[in-house]
Nanobody, 116 residues
Framework: QVHLVESGGGLVHTGGSLRLSCAAS????????MGWYRQAPGKLRELAAS???????NYADSVKGRFTISRDNAKNTVYLQVDSLKPEDTALYYC??????????WGQGTQVTVSS
């Protein structure tokens, strides 16, 4: 089992920045990829960014150049730096962990709201 706790969401104006954090606990040695997904009202959940244990990152086209995913292995924490925010970035942001034994875990979500 993996337990994920997100933090760092909030309300910002267009062009603002936030840093989202996701702290992992439990069977963390089994995690091979962590990611940030987001879900806006009335829309499907979509991948924003992911990072593997090897450090390989992947970004949705809509966030490339504005979002940066990183990890601190000593703190078992993954971060998502979100810059140049737009109203269309408004969503509930979820942390995800994928494990080598086929597990797929989610945090409770943190709300990001961007006002125009």
């Amino acid at each position: 089992q993996v337990h994920l706790v997100e933090s760092g969401g909030g309300l910002v104006h267009t062009g603002g920045s936030l840093r989202l954090s996701c702290a992992a606990s439990g069977s963390i040695l089994s995690i091979y990829r962590m990611g940030w997904y987001r879900q806006a009202p009335g829309k499907l959940r979509e991948l924003a960014a992911s990072i593997t244990t090897g450090g390989t990152t992947n970004y949705a086209d809509s966030v490339k150049g504005r979002f940066t995913i990183s990890r601190d292995n000593a703190k078992n924490t993954v971060y998502l730096q979100v810059d140049s925010l737009k109203p269309e970035d408004t969503a509930l942001y979820y942390c995800n962990a994928a494990t080598t034994y086929g597990g797929n875990y989610w945090g409770q979500g943190t709300q990001v709201t961007v006002s125009s």
